[in-house]
């Protein structure tokens, strides 16, 4: 059975720090993108950074520029989401999301095949 699995999240200070694993068991990684998404209540999923299957590539949104990284482990079939900086609006529940390869800055939740079941984030004092 393929799963992804989110685990990390938690309640954190504003100007926090946090980081997000994202592993999968049932298949390898090594032939997947994967992209961070995070809905807030009562807003729609968005898509916060991705990477691709090699690591070549990265791109995040620009709201988490400078704050966010990812990076990933293919060994330990693990991908993360280093956050710092945090700020009240990053609260929301964290998803990640597996795609064949490639990510690209014209994709949406869509364009993805698996997905995790989230863990929450809340940025507060």
């Known amino acids: 059975q393929l799963e992804l699995v989110e685990s990390g999240g938690g309640l954190v200070q504003p100007g926090g720090s946090l980081r997000l694993s994202c592993a999968a068991f049932?298949?390898?990684?090594?032939?997947?993108?994967i992209g961070w998404f995070r809905q807030a209540p009562g807003k729609e999923r968005e898509g916060v950074s991705c990477?691709?299957?090699?690591?070549?590539?990265?791109k995040s949104a620009d709201s988490v520029k400078g704050r966010f990284t990812i990076s990933r482990d293919n060994a330990k079939n693990t991908v993360y989401l280093q956050m710092n900086s945090l700020r009240p609006e990053d609260t929301g529940v964290y998803y990640c999301a597996a795609r064949p390869y490639y990510c690209s800055y014209d994709e949406g939740p869509h364009d993805y095949d698996y997905w995790g079941q989230g863990t929450q984030v809340t940025v507060s004092s």
């Open positions: 990477i691709t299957s090699s690591g070549s590539f990265t």
């Open positions: 049932g298949f390898t990684l090594d032939f997947y993108a």
